[in-house]
Protein backbone atom coordinates (compact mmCIF):
# COMPACT_ATOMS: atom_id res chain seq x y z
CA UNK A 1 0.00 0.00 0.00
CA UNK A 2 1.39 3.67 -1.10
CA UNK A 3 0.26 6.73 1.58
CA UNK A 4 -0.24 9.43 -0.56
CA UNK A 5 -0.84 13.41 1.04
CA UNK A 6 -0.68 15.27 -1.98
CA UNK A 7 -3.72 15.54 -5.15
CA UNK A 8 -0.93 15.89 -7.45
CA UNK A 9 0.60 12.78 -6.27
CA UNK A 10 -2.72 10.42 -5.76
CA UNK A 11 -3.59 12.02 -9.64
CA UNK A 12 -0.12 10.60 -10.97
CA UNK A 13 -0.13 7.55 -9.19
CA UNK A 14 -3.60 6.71 -10.44
CA UNK A 15 -2.77 6.99 -13.34
CA UNK A 16 -0.01 4.50 -13.42
CA UNK A 17 -1.91 2.08 -11.60
CA UNK A 18 -4.78 2.12 -14.60
CA UNK A 19 -2.44 1.86 -17.40
CA UNK A 20 -0.71 -0.58 -15.34
CA UNK A 21 -3.76 -2.81 -14.34
CA UNK A 22 -6.88 -1.98 -17.05
CA UNK A 23 -9.62 -1.94 -14.13
CA UNK A 24 -11.80 -0.58 -11.76
CA UNK A 25 -11.02 2.13 -9.05
CA UNK A 26 -13.13 1.25 -5.57
CA UNK A 27 -13.23 4.61 -3.75
CA UNK A 28 -14.43 4.98 0.65
CA UNK A 29 -14.32 8.66 1.99
CA UNK A 30 -13.35 8.07 5.44
CA UNK A 31 -12.80 10.25 8.49
CA UNK A 32 -10.13 7.50 9.96
CA UNK A 33 -10.26 6.29 13.08
CA UNK A 34 -10.84 2.66 11.55
CA UNK A 35 -13.29 0.49 12.44
CA UNK A 36 -14.83 -2.87 11.36
CA UNK A 37 -17.71 -1.24 9.46
CA UNK A 38 -14.86 0.69 7.24
CA UNK A 39 -13.13 -2.69 6.28
CA UNK A 40 -16.75 -3.94 5.35
CA UNK A 41 -16.81 -1.44 2.54
CA UNK A 42 -13.00 -2.06 2.16
CA UNK A 43 -13.95 -5.90 1.38
CA UNK A 44 -16.76 -4.46 -0.79
CA UNK A 45 -14.39 -3.07 -3.22
CA UNK A 46 -12.03 -5.83 -3.29
CA UNK A 47 -14.49 -7.79 -4.45
CA UNK A 48 -15.66 -5.63 -7.56
CA UNK A 49 -12.25 -3.23 -8.25
CA UNK A 50 -8.45 -3.92 -8.91
CA UNK A 51 -7.55 -0.61 -7.42
CA UNK A 52 -8.70 -0.22 -3.85
CA UNK A 53 -8.37 3.66 -2.85
CA UNK A 54 -9.23 5.16 0.86
CA UNK A 55 -9.12 8.71 1.69
CA UNK A 56 -8.63 9.50 5.60
CA UNK A 57 -9.16 13.39 6.25
CA UNK A 58 -11.09 15.01 8.93
CA UNK A 59 -13.08 17.38 6.78
CA UNK A 60 -13.66 21.01 8.84
CA UNK A 61 -16.78 22.33 6.17
CA UNK A 62 -18.98 19.56 7.75
CA UNK A 63 -18.64 20.20 11.53
CA UNK A 64 -20.65 22.92 12.85
CA UNK A 65 -18.66 25.40 15.46
CA UNK A 66 -19.95 23.52 18.54
CA UNK A 67 -19.27 20.10 17.24
CA UNK A 68 -16.47 17.27 17.86
CA UNK A 69 -13.69 18.33 15.06
CA UNK A 70 -10.54 19.39 17.59
CA UNK A 71 -11.21 16.54 19.34
CA UNK A 72 -12.88 13.94 16.59
CA UNK A 73 -10.54 10.63 17.51
CA UNK A 74 -7.69 10.20 15.23
CA UNK A 75 -5.04 7.51 14.99
CA UNK A 76 -3.48 7.76 11.44
CA UNK A 77 -0.74 4.91 12.06
CA UNK A 78 -3.40 2.13 13.16
CA UNK A 79 -5.64 3.55 10.39
CA UNK A 80 -3.00 3.13 7.77
CA UNK A 81 -1.82 -0.50 9.06
CA UNK A 82 -5.56 -2.01 9.09
CA UNK A 83 -6.00 -0.31 5.43
CA UNK A 84 -2.66 -1.85 4.74
CA UNK A 85 -3.43 -5.35 5.74
CA UNK A 86 -7.46 -5.31 4.60
CA UNK A 87 -5.60 -5.17 0.97
CA UNK A 88 -5.93 -1.03 0.23
CA UNK A 89 -3.60 -0.21 -2.77
CA UNK A 90 -3.73 3.27 -2.09
CA UNK A 91 -4.36 5.42 1.31
CA UNK A 92 -5.53 9.36 0.41
CA UNK A 93 -4.05 11.40 3.60
CA UNK A 94 -4.40 15.05 2.43
CA UNK A 95 -4.18 17.57 5.51
CA UNK A 96 -6.29 20.54 5.62
CA UNK A 97 -4.32 22.94 3.60
CA UNK A 98 -3.91 20.13 0.41
CA UNK A 99 -8.15 19.79 0.46
CA UNK A 100 -8.46 23.92 0.88
CA UNK A 101 -5.48 25.91 0.08
CA UNK A 102 -7.95 29.16 -0.04
CA UNK A 103 -11.57 29.73 1.47
CA UNK A 104 -13.94 27.68 -0.36
CA UNK A 105 -15.82 29.81 -2.49
CA UNK A 106 -18.38 26.80 -3.92
CA UNK A 107 -21.19 25.62 -2.43
CA UNK A 108 -23.01 21.99 -2.56
CA UNK A 109 -26.17 21.77 -1.42
CA UNK A 110 -28.40 19.50 -2.14
CA UNK A 111 -31.94 20.52 -0.97
CA UNK A 112 -34.77 18.52 0.40
CA UNK A 113 -32.61 15.45 0.99
CA UNK A 114 -30.40 17.19 3.23
CA UNK A 115 -32.95 19.54 5.09
CA UNK A 116 -34.46 17.31 7.87
CA UNK A 117 -32.83 14.34 10.30
CA UNK A 118 -29.44 15.17 10.80
CA UNK A 119 -29.38 18.24 8.85
CA UNK A 120 -32.10 19.56 10.87
CA UNK A 121 -30.17 18.69 13.76
CA UNK A 122 -26.70 19.81 12.35
CA UNK A 123 -26.94 22.77 9.96
CA UNK A 124 -24.58 23.13 7.26
CA UNK A 125 -23.46 19.53 7.82
CA UNK A 126 -24.76 18.23 4.66
CA UNK A 127 -23.39 21.00 2.24
CA UNK A 128 -19.26 20.36 3.76
CA UNK A 129 -20.41 16.33 3.22
CA UNK A 130 -21.30 17.00 -0.46
CA UNK A 131 -18.49 19.28 -0.89
CA UNK A 132 -15.62 17.20 0.49
CA UNK A 133 -17.09 14.26 -1.25
CA UNK A 134 -17.40 16.04 -4.91
CA UNK A 135 -13.98 16.92 -4.52
CA UNK A 136 -12.82 13.67 -3.84
CA UNK A 137 -14.70 12.18 -6.60
CA UNK A 138 -12.79 14.60 -8.95
CA UNK A 139 -9.68 14.15 -7.98
CA UNK A 140 -9.85 10.01 -7.42
CA UNK A 141 -12.32 9.58 -10.33
CA UNK A 142 -13.65 5.88 -9.06
CA UNK A 143 -15.98 3.84 -11.01
CA UNK A 144 -17.53 2.70 -7.92
CA UNK A 145 -17.62 4.74 -4.01
CA UNK A 146 -18.58 2.38 -1.41
CA UNK A 147 -20.61 4.41 1.88
CA UNK A 148 -22.06 2.73 4.60
CA UNK A 149 -25.79 2.87 5.52
CA UNK A 150 -25.42 3.64 8.76
CA UNK A 151 -25.34 6.98 7.76
CA UNK A 152 -28.32 6.52 5.68
CA UNK A 153 -29.04 10.43 4.68
CA UNK A 154 -25.26 10.27 3.95
CA UNK A 155 -25.93 7.64 0.88
CA UNK A 156 -29.65 9.72 0.21
CA UNK A 157 -27.76 13.10 -0.65
CA UNK A 158 -24.46 11.69 -2.58
CA UNK A 159 -26.86 9.75 -4.81
CA UNK A 160 -28.51 12.96 -5.47
CA UNK A 161 -25.71 15.26 -5.85
CA UNK A 162 -24.40 12.48 -8.23
CA UNK A 163 -27.62 12.00 -10.19
CA UNK A 164 -28.12 16.13 -10.41
CA UNK A 165 -24.61 16.61 -11.49
CA UNK A 166 -23.91 13.51 -13.71
CA UNK A 167 -20.75 12.56 -11.46
CA UNK A 168 -19.55 9.20 -13.34
CA UNK A 169 -19.55 7.15 -10.35
CA UNK A 170 -21.81 4.54 -9.14
CA UNK A 171 -22.53 4.93 -5.20
CA UNK A 172 -22.74 1.17 -3.76
CA UNK A 173 -24.60 1.19 -0.22
CA UNK A 174 -23.66 -1.02 2.12
CA UNK A 175 -24.99 -2.62 5.23
CA UNK A 176 -24.76 -1.63 8.64
CA UNK A 177 -21.72 -3.21 11.00
CA UNK A 178 -22.84 -3.57 14.16
CA UNK A 179 -21.15 -5.02 18.13
CA UNK A 180 -22.43 -8.30 19.61
CA UNK A 181 -24.57 -6.64 21.34
CA UNK A 182 -26.40 -5.02 18.31
CA UNK A 183 -24.78 -1.06 18.55
CA UNK A 184 -24.05 0.53 14.76
CA UNK A 185 -20.15 0.32 15.22
CA UNK A 186 -18.71 4.33 15.10
CA UNK A 187 -15.40 6.04 15.92
CA UNK A 188 -17.78 8.30 18.55
CA UNK A 189 -18.37 5.12 20.55
CA UNK A 190 -15.08 5.25 22.08
CA UNK A 191 -16.68 8.73 23.64
CA UNK A 192 -18.73 6.47 25.40
CA UNK A 193 -18.19 6.14 29.77
CA UNK A 194 -18.96 2.04 30.34
CA UNK A 195 -22.51 2.92 31.88
CA UNK A 196 -23.45 5.00 28.19
CA UNK A 197 -22.25 2.41 26.54
CA UNK A 198 -24.31 -0.49 28.18
CA UNK A 199 -27.49 1.02 27.72
CA UNK A 200 -26.16 2.53 24.15
CA UNK A 201 -27.14 -0.97 22.34
CA UNK A 202 -31.56 0.14 23.32
CA UNK A 203 -31.12 2.27 20.07
CA UNK A 204 -31.38 -0.89 17.76
CA UNK A 205 -33.27 -2.39 19.98
CA UNK A 206 -36.02 -0.14 19.76
CA UNK A 207 -35.52 -0.11 15.89
CA UNK A 208 -35.55 -3.43 15.69
CA UNK A 209 -38.87 -3.47 18.00
CA UNK A 210 -40.13 -1.14 15.16
CA UNK A 211 -39.25 -3.56 12.25
CA UNK A 212 -41.04 -6.45 14.01
CA UNK A 213 -44.20 -3.83 14.55
CA UNK A 214 -44.60 -3.18 10.82
CA UNK A 215 -44.18 -6.41 9.96
CA UNK A 216 -47.42 -7.03 12.24
CA UNK A 217 -49.22 -4.55 10.64
CA UNK A 218 -48.35 -1.48 12.45
CA UNK A 219 -48.36 1.21 9.76
CA UNK A 220 -49.23 4.29 11.58
CA UNK A 221 -45.69 6.52 11.34
CA UNK A 222 -46.48 8.00 14.30
CA UNK A 223 -47.39 4.90 16.28
CA UNK A 224 -44.14 3.53 15.01
CA UNK A 225 -42.21 6.99 16.25
CA UNK A 226 -43.72 6.60 20.06
CA UNK A 227 -43.06 3.16 19.88
CA UNK A 228 -39.31 3.74 19.57
CA UNK A 229 -39.04 7.06 21.20
CA UNK A 230 -41.08 5.88 23.91
CA UNK A 231 -38.17 2.33 24.32
CA UNK A 232 -35.18 4.36 23.61
CA UNK A 233 -36.21 6.95 26.71
CA UNK A 234 -36.19 4.12 28.96
CA UNK A 235 -32.75 4.18 29.25
CA UNK A 236 -31.77 6.75 31.98
CA UNK A 237 -28.82 8.31 30.11
CA UNK A 238 -30.43 9.06 26.43
CA UNK A 239 -31.53 12.49 25.34
CA UNK A 240 -33.50 11.80 21.68
CA UNK A 241 -32.36 14.42 19.64
CA UNK A 242 -34.44 12.91 16.80
CA UNK A 243 -36.88 9.62 16.12
CA UNK A 244 -38.49 9.96 12.48
CA UNK A 245 -39.98 7.38 10.46
CA UNK A 246 -40.08 9.25 6.56
CA UNK A 247 -39.98 8.06 2.85
CA UNK A 248 -36.56 6.80 1.56
CA UNK A 249 -34.37 7.50 0.03
CA UNK A 250 -36.60 10.88 -0.71
CA UNK A 251 -36.37 11.75 3.48
CA UNK A 252 -39.68 13.88 2.79
CA UNK A 253 -42.57 13.02 5.01
CA UNK A 254 -44.80 9.82 4.46
CA UNK A 255 -48.10 10.83 2.66
CA UNK A 256 -51.10 9.31 3.59
CA UNK A 257 -52.34 8.47 0.06
CA UNK A 258 -49.18 7.31 -1.42
CA UNK A 259 -47.82 3.55 -0.18
CA UNK A 260 -43.77 4.28 -0.64
CA UNK A 261 -41.47 1.37 -0.91
CA UNK A 262 -38.91 2.12 1.32
CA UNK A 263 -39.20 4.18 4.37
CA UNK A 264 -36.86 4.31 6.97
CA UNK A 265 -37.13 4.80 10.77
CA UNK A 266 -33.76 6.72 11.88
CA UNK A 267 -32.53 7.82 15.26
CA UNK A 268 -30.29 9.99 16.98
CA UNK A 269 -29.90 10.06 20.48
CA UNK A 270 -27.39 11.64 22.81
CA UNK A 271 -25.54 10.00 25.64
CA UNK A 272 -23.37 12.44 27.52
CA UNK A 273 -21.83 14.63 24.77
CA UNK A 274 -21.86 11.66 22.11
CA UNK A 275 -24.59 12.05 19.38
CA UNK A 276 -25.26 8.29 18.41
CA UNK A 277 -27.17 7.61 14.98
CA UNK A 278 -28.92 4.65 14.03
CA UNK A 279 -31.65 3.92 11.20
CA UNK A 280 -33.02 0.93 9.74
CA UNK A 281 -34.52 1.04 6.06
CA UNK A 282 -37.54 -1.38 5.74
CA UNK A 283 -38.86 -2.71 2.98
CA UNK A 284 -42.32 -2.39 2.30
CA UNK A 285 -42.90 -4.33 -0.56
CA UNK A 286 -41.11 -7.19 1.15
CA UNK A 287 -43.62 -6.51 4.29
CA UNK A 288 -46.62 -8.99 4.70
CA UNK A 289 -49.29 -6.46 5.34
CA UNK A 290 -48.28 -2.79 3.13
CA UNK A 291 -48.55 0.52 4.22
P1 LIG B 1 -16.76 7.82 8.72
O1 LIG B 1 -15.30 7.62 8.88
O2 LIG B 1 -17.53 7.73 10.00
O3 LIG B 1 -17.11 9.02 7.88
O4 LIG B 1 -17.25 6.58 7.88
C1 LIG B 1 -16.67 6.28 6.62
C2 LIG B 1 -17.58 5.35 5.88
O5 LIG B 1 -17.79 4.17 6.66
C3 LIG B 1 -18.98 5.97 5.63
O6 LIG B 1 -19.44 5.58 4.36
C4 LIG B 1 -19.79 5.34 6.73
O7 LIG B 1 -21.17 5.26 6.42
C5 LIG B 1 -19.16 3.96 6.81
N1 LIG B 1 -19.48 3.36 8.11
C6 LIG B 1 -19.33 3.94 9.34
N2 LIG B 1 -19.77 3.10 10.30
C7 LIG B 1 -20.22 1.99 9.67
C8 LIG B 1 -20.81 0.77 10.11
N3 LIG B 1 -21.04 0.53 11.41
N4 LIG B 1 -21.15 -0.15 9.18
C9 LIG B 1 -20.93 0.08 7.86
N5 LIG B 1 -20.37 1.21 7.38
C10 LIG B 1 -20.03 2.16 8.28
Known amino acids: METIRTIQGLRSKLAGLRRERETTVGFMPTLGYMHEGHLSLIRAAKAQDGIVVLSIFVNPLQFGPNEDFAKYPRDTARDLKMAEEAGVDVAFVPDVEEMYPTPMRTKVSVSEVSERLCGASRPGHFDGVAAVVLKLFNIVQPDHAYFGLKDA ?21 CPTLRESDGLAMSSRNVYLSPEERSQAPILNRALAEAEEALQNGEVRPEQLRQLVANRISEASLSDIDYVEVMQYPSLTPLDPQVTPKQLIVAVAVRFGKTRLIDNRILDLERMPSHV
Not at 153 to 173: G, T
Open 153 to 173: QQVAVIEQMVHDLNVPVKIVP
